[in-house]
């Protein structure tokens, strides 16, 4: 008798934790209450007094780019493609040369899609005028309005462009907010259409990985190289509003 009553309590205790858990996961999907019109609204005008979506023109070289405002922070929408030739002296060769400091592998379309990539050193240097590398901070600020660390990705990530892993499979995102991240080769992976790299202005995180089949942004557990080269994404100046 003894006997039947502990087995009776143990398949109490667990068909609860069995619901209970349900429980869990149903809260965590009510929780998920994102909306891409709150959040980042097409129309409208932001804290810089700029629509919350258009385009710039970045006075050093004429080229355009679409931007996107997401929660209080306006993001470039495209890759950073400025090109500048760097020139340098030899003075034991009396030499004179020049020599690129960041890379097209895109030039078919002259980099506008994908962009160019650069070493650290250069990432910090290159943004446009009032527009900046953004730091650990400002990226956790993106993933966090964006859903968090397991929604982020496929929220940000463009509708096309990624290759799956697996015959079946979808690797592009949904691309909520139009910052349209796309896969990019890197002197780290150098596939493309499977992952993408961008570089942060804080050393110790020194960037984010976007997967083809992830929903989470990859927060790197060692840093890359300062030789290594990487795609750029700027961020507005917060203290340019008005």
């Known amino acids: 008798m003894k006997l039947k009553i502990i087995v009776l309590l143990l398949c109490a205790v667990f068909f609860s934790s069995c619901l209970s858990g349900g429980d869990e996961e149903d809260d965590e999907k009510v929780h998920d209450d994102f909306d891409a019109a ?8 932001n804290a810089y007094g700029m629509p919350n979506r258009g385009t710039f023109v970045d006075e050093r070289d004429s ?7 997401i929660g209080k922070q306006v993001w470039m929408a ?18 004179n040369y020049s020599t690129e400091v960041s890379y097209c592998h895109y030039e078919e379309d002259l980099c506008t899609e994908k962009g160019r990539i650069y070493s650290y050193g250069y990432s910090k240097k290159f943004c446009p005028p009032s527009w900046h590398l953004p730091n ?11 859903g968090g660390d397991s929604l982020a990705s496929i929220r940000l990530k463009s ?3 990624w290759k799956p892993l ?4 979808n690797g592009n995102g949904s691309d ?46 060692y840093s890359a190289g300062s030789s290594d ?3 750029v994404r700027c961020v507005k100046d917060s203290d340019r509003i008005h």
């Open 78 to 95: 495209q890759n950073l493609r400025y090109r500048e030739i760097e020139k340098k002296e030899d003075r034991d060769r009396v030499l």
């Open 38 to 45: 709150v959040v980042c609204p097409e129309s409208g005008t």
């Open 136 to 146: 650990g901070e400002e990226w956790s600020e993106l993933i966090q309005v964006m």
């Open 176 to 221: 909520d907010c139009g910052f349209n991240v796309l896969p990019a080769i890197t002197t780290i992976y150098g596939y493309d259409g499977y992952r993408a790299y961008f570089w942060t202005e804080t050393p110790v995180d020194h960037y984010k990985r976007f997967d083809t089949d992830e929903k989470k942004v990859f927060e790197p557990k």
């Open 63 to 69: 080229n355009s780019y679409r931007y996107t405002t």
């Open 229 to 231: 080269d990487l795609s």
């Open 166 to 169: 697996n015959p079946g499979d």
């Open 159 to 161: 509708k096309n462009g």
